[in-house]
C-alpha cells in the first residue's frame, strides 16, 4: 500500500468523521451519523492496520494488533450491550479514561523508543518540537485519565471513598494549590524539551495525575453533564497531541474533531446552566445553602394525589407536556411513558415531550432514552422550541426532573438565577412524579412543587405510570 493510498483513506475516514459529528446533531439523522462513524473508523483502522505491516516489512506485528483490537472491541462490545441507560453515563466517562490512558502509554513508548516510531534514529534525541507535543499529550491524556476515574464514581453514586460522592470536595487554598500544580506541570514540559529528562517526563505524568482529581472533585453533581462533555474534549485534544508527535494525521484529524465538538458541547452546556465554564472548573454549585434549603422542604406541606388522579386530569386533558427526568431513566419507565403517551393520542389529547439540555447525567441523556423506547421524534422538542408551549398546555407533567424545572432559577439570590429552565409551571395544571420530596443535584427546594396547581404523585415512575395507563379510560 502506497502512502498515497494511505492518505487518500485517511481523508475518506475524516470526511466520514465529519459526517458522523453533522449526523449526531439531530435525532432524526443521528443513525445515520452513527453509521457514518463505524464506517470512518473501520477505513482508519484496517489502513493503520496495513500501514503497520508496511512499515515493518513483516506481518508479525500485525498479529499484536489484530489481539488487541479483538480483546478491546469485544469487551467495548460486552459492555455497550449490557450498560443499562441509567449506567451510559458512567460508561461514557470510563471510555474517557480508558482514551486518555492510551495516550499516556504511547507517549511513554515514544520517549523510551523514539526510533520505533520515527520521530528520531536510533540513539539520537527526539526533535525539541516532538518533545513538546508528546509532553503536552501526555500530560492531558493523564488528566483525562484520572479525572475521567472521578466522575466515573461521582456519576455511579455507590462507592463510599469520598472523592467519589456527589458532593463537592473542597478545602482551603484549593484553587492556589491547582495552580502552583499547572505552573509546575509547564515548567517540567519546558525542562523536558530543554534536556530531555525522563525525571521531567514523569514528573509531568504525575502532576498530570494529580490535577486530574483536583479539577474534577470540587464539581457537584449538578455540573456533571459539563464534566462529562469536558472529558470528551480532553480525551480529543489528547489524541492530537500524540498525532502531532507521530506524524500521523488521522490521530490529528479524529482527535481535533473530538476536541473542538466537546468543548463547543462544553459551552452549550454551560449556557444551558447560565455557568460560567471557569467557574465549573473550579468547583460545582450547591453547599450550605442548597442544604438548608433541602432541610427546609420538609417542614412544608404539599397537595398529593394518586395514579388514578392524575390519569383522570391527563384524559380529560387536550394538550399535554411531558417533562423527563433522571428519576425517569433511574425506573427504566421510559417504554411505559410511551404507552401512556398511545393512550392519550388514541384519546385525541396531543402528547409532546420537553427535553432540556442538561436533564439526566450526561448531554442528550434524555433524547438517548426516549429514542431507546422509540418514541417518535415529531413529538420531542428542545426547550427554545417548547418554552413558549408552557402556557396554553392543560397538563405538565414532571417525571423524574427536578432542577431544570425549578423557578428559584428566575430569582435573584439563588443559586441558580438565570439558568434557562422549562418553564411547566405556566401550565394550567402540574403533574410532579418523585418518589420524596428529596432535592435535586443543586441542593434547592423547588417552589414549583408547592404551587395550588400542582398535584405530586409519589412513588417510582414505572409503577406510576403504568398505574396511569391502567386508569386511562
Known amino acids: ?185 509547564l515548567f517540567f514540559v519546558f525542562g523536558f524539551w530543554h534536556s530531555q529528562s525522563p525525571m521531567d517526563f514523569g514528573l509531568i505524568l504525575l502532576l498530570g495525575f494529580v490535577m486530574g482529581v483536583l479539577i474534577i472533585i470540587p464539581i457537584g453533581g449538578a455540573d456533571m453533564p459539563v464534566v462529562v462533555s469536558m472529558l470528551n474534549s480532553y480525551s480529543g485534544w489528547a489524541a492530537a497531541g500524540i498525532g502531532f508527535s507521530l506524524n500521523n494525521s488521522m490521530l490529528i484529524i479524529a482527535g481535533s474533531l473530538v476536541g473542538s465538538s466537546g468543548a463547543i458541547l462544553s459551552y452549550i452546556m454551560c449556557k444551558a446552566m447560565n455557568r460560567s465554564f471557569f467557574n465549573v472548573i473550579l468547583g460545582g454549585f450547591g453547599g450550605e445553602t442548597g442544604a438548608a434549603a433541602a432541610g427546609a422542604a420538609q417542614q412544608r406541606s404539599v397537595k398529593s394525589g394518586s395514579a388514578d388522579d392524575a390519569a383522570f386530569i391527563l384524559g380529560n386533558a387536550e394538550t399535554v407536556i411531558i417533562v423527563p427526568g433522571y428519576g425517569l431513566a433511574v425506573a427504566r419507565a421510559q417504554h411505559a411513558v410511551k404507552e401512556l403517551t398511545q393512550k392519550l393520542v388514541e384519546k385525541g389529547v396531543t402528547v409532546k415531550y420537553a427535553i432540556h439540555p442538561v436533564a439526566g447525567r450526561m448531554p442528550g441523556h434524555m433524547n438517548v432514552l426516549l429514542a431507546e423506547a422509540e418514541v417518535p421524534y ?96
Open 378 to 473: 415529531d413529538q420531542v422538542f428542545e426547550m427554545e422550541d417548547i418554552n413558549a408551549e408552557f402556557g396554553q398546555a392543560d397538563v405538565a407533567i414532571i417525571l423524574g426532573a427536578n432542577d431544570v424545572v425549578n423557578p428559584a432559577a428566575h430569582t435573584k439570590g439563588s443559586p441558580i438565577y438565570g439558568m434557562p429552565i422549562l418553564e411547566a409551571y405556566k401550565a394550567k395544571t402540574v403533574i410532579v412524579n418523585k418518589r420524596s420530596m428529596a432535592s435535586g443535584y443543586a441542593g434547592l427546594d423547588n417552589e414549583l412543587f408547592y404551587m395550588d396547581k400542582t398535584m405530586m404523585v409519589f412513588g417510582d415512575a414505572k409503577k406510576v405510570v403504568e398505574d396511569m395507563v391502567k386508569a386511562v379510560e
Open 1 to 185: 500500500m502506497s502512502l498515497n493510498l494511505v492518505t487518500l483513506l485517511y481523508l475518506v475516514a475524516s470526511v466520514c468523521f465529519i459526517q458522523a459529528l453533522k449526523g449526531l446533531s439531530h435525532p432524526t439523522t443521528s443513525i445515520r451519523g452513527n453509521l457514518f462513524g463505524m464506517v470512518g473508523m473501520t477505513i482508519a483502522v484496517l489502513t493503520t492496520a496495513a500501514l503497520i505491516v508496511k512499515l515493518a516489512g513483516t506481518p508479525l506485528g500485525l498479529g499484536w494488533v489484530l489481539l488487541g483490537l479483538v480483546i478491546g472491541g469485544g469487551a467495548g462490545a460486552v459492555m455497550a450491550q449490557r450498560v443499562e441507560m441509567t449506567k451510559m453515563p458512567e460508561l461514557v466517562a470510563f471510555m474517557h479514561s480508558m482514551i486518555g490512558l492510551a495516550a499516556v502509554f504511547i507517549a511513554v513508548a515514544a520517549v523510551a523508543e523514539p526510533h520505533a516510531f520515527g520521530i528520531a534514529a536510533r540513539g539520537e534525541p527526539i526533535p525539541g518540537g516532538n518533545r513538546i507535543e508528546l509532553a503536552l499529550g501526555a500530560f492531558i491524556g493523564a488528566v483525562t485519565f484520572s479525572g475521567s476515574v472521578i466522575a466515573f464514581g461521582k456519576l455511579s453514586g455507590k462507592y463510599k471513598f469520598r472523592l467519589f460522592q456527589g458532593a463537592p470536595v473542597t478545602f482551603p487554598g484549593q484553587h492556589k494549590l491547582n495552580l502552583v500544580l499547572g505552573l509546575a506541570s
